[in-house]
């Protein structure tokens, strides 16, 4: 029972307006006992008479109001005002018939008012519509918020279902594992002997060109001998580090270095190494005529052992389930448009490669070199297309897990991945398009170490936990939390304490597999052959060895866990295999017959003249300076060994110089 204020007494205004408020409104139906008291007063909290209702017994002519209790407070001007400047029917309509009023006049209904005023001048039904459809829409919202915010550590989430692994081939070496596999014929696995005779052909026809173009040094024709030896000196360059060349062959202490100088002399190893090429220099100068064209390949000069060296690595090999995609550096700092900076990277300047590599031993897989921009095919920029481009589907197979930092993660290419039965789960950058941005119980700025906060959007789970800083993660593989947790420092009380935290199941897996391609990076570091070079070309020359190299070992390693037989106890190391592998280069060479191609005209010992239009050009001979006569010269001149010889009648320095006397 509300308390009612003092009466007061009803002038004929307030009657007036009373009549013209009840003509305003259609009863409700007798639904309830509590709708069918039909009383009228006014309640000190709410002043709105948007229940009054006259009962169907009484009519216009005998209605006495009755007399209004009037609250302490006083009424509010506003409602008055539109109560009195609404228009209204002049008779109230009936209501449908009723028992008759309760004997106590103000007594308060059982059921509350509604809250929603309906406007004068229109029926119940249109006026409800309206908030019907308002109710709706603030449920909706309700719902959408709720699935929209972030939830916390506790609330369970429901882990995917695993993925089938059916890869293509059996994870591991794909090749014969019952044979006993050297580290030499391990390297040849990716230095073929097809790979082998295209750079000796490729490096004899440039050094045809160098001579042709007037350049004055020793060369001999490039055999599969001298070739091996000259890899055997790389080798042992990456376990033997000086500051020169030349100091490998200086036989005065600290050096003296019996290898290289028993195998090979340092002016045959320098004219192999000025006059290394990969590519056909016919080829090339066809290509430099296609520069600033579409058509013009960048990457031309080192096209062939590029291609050859990524079809086997991909070959010879077959990942494990967790892969991992990751840029690689390679150091230079030669003046050309390829070269990149990363400031994240240990090697900040050089060129860029993206390589997919196996995470748990680190086996370069697949990878490709970065060119520079072009336009991208799939419309989703480079990091989306860089992952595509390193994932051959019908080579791997199924069910493979993908670990990827943030500058590859993207909602867009893990859900396209996911459609090809493949996992992904890695860092992502929170203004990535399809990150959710809603604040609802989002991480908090301070908050605790091991605070951490979920949202599952369809297969796409988005999570946040703080560490020493917050760190975002997406993943399709995962739960947000099962309970693990991860040790960590923290200062209490002024001393360091190592406590336990809870962490999300997807960072303790992305921790354990993102490191194939850091790993690959590390071995190559430990013993590279890289040296500084004035030609880009040699720079990935030598970067292609030190993959050779080291996926080499790698494979040497899977197959002393395969072959339990073994005779060897263990596996070699890193080290005493890049030993044994320059060994067995020297004796592969020392072994192998002298295998020359059949020398064209120009490589035979020929003496030829010295050709002008305008005047006879004549040099000092070789063979007579060496004797003393310091003042004789020739126009003749040896077409192999590039030497100016006497050629005459009276003198045959030709004939006694290649005849060593």
Known sequence: MLKQGPKKHVTPEEVLNTLEDAGSRVCPPDSSSDEEDLVHHENTQDTSDSDYCLPSSQSDEDYEPPRASVSSTPQPTRRKAARQSAPGPSHPQPCPAAPPPPTTRHTQSLTPPPTTQRKRGRSSRGASAPATRRGKSRLASTESEEEDRWHDKEEECIKPAPLRFTPARTPGPTFDTSRAWSPISLFQLFFSPSVVRNIIANTNANAAKRKKAGLKFSWDVLTVKDFYVFLSIIVYTGLVTV????????????????????????????????SLHLSDPKEDEENDKKRNTTEYDRLFKIKPLYTDMVTACKAHFQPHQNVSIDERMVKSKAR?????????????????????????????????????????????GLSYSAVMDLLPFPLLGRGYSLYTDNFYTSP?????????????????????????????????????RGDMRW????????????????????????????????????????????????????IVDYNRSMGGVDLSDALIGFYSVRHKTMKWYKTFFYHFVDIAVVNSYLLHKELFKLRQDSTQRKPFTHKTFREQLAKEMLE??????????????????????????????????????????????????????????????????????????
């Open 588 to 661: 592969f060479a020392q072994g192998s017959a002298v295998t020359t191609p059949p020398p064209s005209p120009s490589t035979t010992c020929m003496p030829m003249m010295y050709d002008s239009e305008e005047t006879r050009v004549r040099r000092l001979c070789k063979r007579c300076h060496e004797a003393g006569m310091t003042k004789v010269k020739t126009s003749i001149y040896c077409r192999r060994c590039d030497v100016p010889l006497c050629f005459n009648s009276k003198k045959n320095c030709f004939q006694l110089w290649h005849d060593g006397q």
């Open 336 to 380: 050309i448009s390829m070269k990149q900076y990363m400031k994240d990277k240990p090697t900040k300047w050089g060129y860029k490669l993206f390589v997919l590599a196996d995470s748990s031993i680190g086996y370069t897989w697949n990878f490709f070199v970065y060119a520079g921009k072009s336009e991208s095919n799939t419309g989703h």
């Open 243 to 274: 500051h020169q060349w030349s100091d490998y062959w200086r036989k005065k202490w600290p050096y003296s270095f019996q290898f290289p100088g028993d195998s090979m002399t340092r002016d045959r190893f320098e004219a192999i190494m000025w």
């Open 412 to 448: 867009a290419l893990f859900i396209d991945l996911s459609k090809k039965y493949m996992g992904c789960c890695g860092t992502i950058r929170r203004h990535v398009t399809g990150f959710p941005q809603t604040q609802t119980n989002d991480l908090p700025k301070k908050a605790e």
């Open 455 to 506: 949202i599952r959007s369809g297969k796409l789970l988005f999570v946040k936990w703080m560490d020493s800083r917050e760190v975002a993660m997406c993943s399709t593989m995962h739960q947000a939390y099962s309970g693990q947790t991860v040790g960590r420092k923290l200062k209490e009380a002024g001393e360091w304490q190592k406590k336990s935290i809870p962490v999300p199941d997807s």
